[in-house]
């Protein structure tokens, strides 16, 4: 399941898309128009701009905007950079698949791995321009 922090992520890199021509958002305006908390959505884009896909600015014309244009970046970049890999159980992860005792006698690992496969395809699939 995908996190509120995630989703809020989400939610925050389509309002700096929508708003780009304006250049630097304040981070109050997309806090207001998202109706999210000042002090949580500081954390949200803390995590997206060390991860490099937010640039900020300081000062009175200062804020946030897009490193990349809306169409290069994707929603599965964004939500791994909240919720890590998307695998639906952790001896399908991507990056580090747990070690499972059962893994080499498990029937179910083949489903697994082909959901996260599923999931990775459409988060990976759909820009911010898309949507």
């Known amino acids: 399941m995908i996190s509120t922090k995630g ?6 890199m389509l309002d700096l898309a929508e708003h780009g021509n304006e250049g630097y958002i304040p981070l ?5 128009r998202q109706a999210i908390s000042d002090k ?3 954390q949200i884009i803390g995590r997206l701009s060390k991860a490099g896909l937010v640039q900020s600015a300081r ?5 946030y905007k897009l490193t990349k244009a ?4 994707t929603v599965g970049e964004i939500l791994r950079v909240l919720e890590g890999d998307l695998a ?3 001896c399908a992860a991507s990056v580090h698949p ?10 179910t690992t083949e489903v697994w791995r082909r959901v996260g496969e599923a999931i990775n395809n459409v988060v990976d699939n759909i820009t911010l321009a898309d949507l």
């Open 98 to 107: 747990a070690l499972c005792p059962r893994l080499d006698d498990c029937v």
């Open 59 to 63: 000062g009175a014309q200062g804020g």
């Open 7 to 12: 989703r809020y992520a989400l939610r925050v």
């Open 28 to 32: 109050k305006d997309i806090a207001k």
């Open 70 to 73: 809306p169409s290069e970046c």
């Open 40 to 42: 949580y959505l500081e």
């Open 88 to 90: 639906p159980v952790a």
